[in-house]
T-cell receptor, first 114, second 114 residues
Framework: DAGVIQSPRHEVTEMGQEVTLRCKPI?????LFWYRQTMMRGLELLIY????????DSGMPEDRFSAKMPNASFSTLKIQPSEPRDSAVYFC????????????FGPGTRLTVL | GNSVTQMEGPVTLSEEAFLTINCTYT??????LFWYVQYPGEGLQLLLK?????DKGSNKGFEATYRKETTSFHLEKGSVQVSDSAVYFC?????????????FGKGTRLSVIA
């Protein structure tokens, strides 16, 4: 299995631009989580989906952030417009629909907003 | 609510030293407990887990025992190597209904010097 796939691995953009991060979950995994990691705030959950349905988006910082999961094989996290404080590493993680099962993390997307 | 507290880092050890990273948790039910490791520039990887009281998780020489009476899941290794240098995260998963996000500790950075 290829594991969780994220793209791009690195993104450098200018303030005000739209940024789209992509995630392909492990086949058969029903839950998908978006996290953000910074030195100051550590690892934060942004939003998660069960069976393609958003369950909790209370971690999304503000309306500039949005996430979709149109099907079981794909999810996007979009920031529009981006700001320098959005610079972070964004991780996608997926899990089978089984209580207490392991979450598998992707390699992350390192976003730098200038 | 659920929470995880792990010892502050950074921790610096000499090669072959004994490692303990403390982790305690607060949970309303009977969570599963995890240790994840993050090597520089990579995503989080599962190191070990335990799903019920008195279970011992082990992997790559690391061990942790689920202690319900002390609500702890301390990570230990008898002899660390330089290659163990990484950030270690303790986490819990509520075994309530459906898949729920992991609750992470803030992470402990370990540096092992030769």
């Amino acid at each position: 299995d290829a594991g969780v796939i994220q793209s791009p691995r690195h993104e450098v953009t200018e303030m005000g631009q739209e940024v789209t991060l992509r995630c392909k979950p492990i086949s058969g995994h029903n839950s998908l989580f978006w996290y953000r990691q910074t030195m100051m705030r550590g690892l934060e959950l942004l939003i998660y989906f069960n069976n393609n349905v958003p369950i909790d988006d209370s971690g999304m910082p503000e309306d500039r952030f949005s996430a979709k999961m149109p099907n079981a094989s794909f999810s996007t996290l979009k920031i529009q417009p981006s700001e320098p404080r959005d610079s972070a590493v964004y991780f996608c993680a997926t899990q089978r629909e089984a209580r207490g099962d392991t979450q598998y993390f992707g390699p992350g997307t390192r976003l730098t907003v200038l | 609510g659920n929470s995880v507290t792990q010892m502050e880092g950074p921790v610096t050890l000499s090669e072959e030293a004994f490692l303990t990273i403390n982790c305690t948790y607060t949970a309303t039910g009977y969570p599963s407990l995890f240790w994840y490791v993050q090597y520089p520039g990579e995503g989080l990887q599962l190191l070990l887990k335990a799903t019920k009281a008195d279970d011992k998780g082990s992997n790559k020489g690391f061990e942790a025992t689920y202690r319900k009476e002390t609500t702890s899941f301390h990570l230990e290794k008898g002899s660390v190597q330089v290659s163990d240098s990484a950030v270690y995260f303790c986490a819990l998963s509520d075994q309530g209904s459906g898949n729920t996000p992991l609750v992470f500790g803030k992470g402990t950075r370990l540096s092992v010097i030769a």
